[in-house]
């Protein structure tokens, strides 16, 4: 009866792991941004390149970077290809308009933050898993984002 018991733990155990592995995660980028480009052009576009100021969260971690400026550089994901073309259209529309946003899950992906006058070459992934996200302004790393004085 006791391994009974010990077998029934551990598959639910195993259970709630793998709930853990298929969730979200924490918001792997908060953005404000201040313009996108999309390359090789608007119809059909391969990569995105967003300018702004940037906090991003370590690979599948919740700890995240001091606010930074620059841009990030990233390419169309295999996977979801036209929900990442509604969410490039969709940060084009908050582009300039002092609305923080969160971009994708730090768990599934990692992008990094290059400089302003650095060359745009060899695209991070996108990175999905939660969508993109309106962020209140009063939140945390939303507030650091808007106080940021190197605009």
């Known amino acids: 009866m006791k391994a009974i018991a010990c077998s029934a733990i551990a598959v639910l155990a ?4 793998l709930g853990i592995v298929n969730a979200s995660g924490p918001i792997a980028v908060y953005a404000l941004v201040d313009k996108v480009a999309l ?3 608007a119809d059909q576009p391969e990569r995105i390149r967003i300018s702004g100021v ?3 969260a370590e690979e599948r971690s919740d700890v995240y970077s001091a606010p930074q400026r620059g841009y990030l550089y990233c390419a169309l994901p295999k996977q979801n290809a036209e929900i990442a073309r509604r969410e490039w ?3 084009k529309s908050v582009a300039g308009a ?3 946003v969160g971009i ?3 768990w599934f992906s990692k992008v990094r933050v290059r400089k302003p006058d650095e060359e745009a070459k060899s695209a991070d992934d996108y990175p999905t ?3 993109l996200v309106r962020i209140n302004p009063d939140q945390p790393r939303a507030k650091a984002l808007l106080d940021y004085k190197d605009r």
């Open 129 to 131: 898993g939660n969508g």
């Open 14 to 17: 195993m259970a709630a792991c």
């Open 104 to 106: 994708g899950s730090s």
């Open 54 to 56: 940037f906090i991003v």
């Open 98 to 100: 002092r609305q923080v």
């Open 39 to 41: 390359e090789p052009n």
């Open 89 to 91: 259209a969709d940060l």
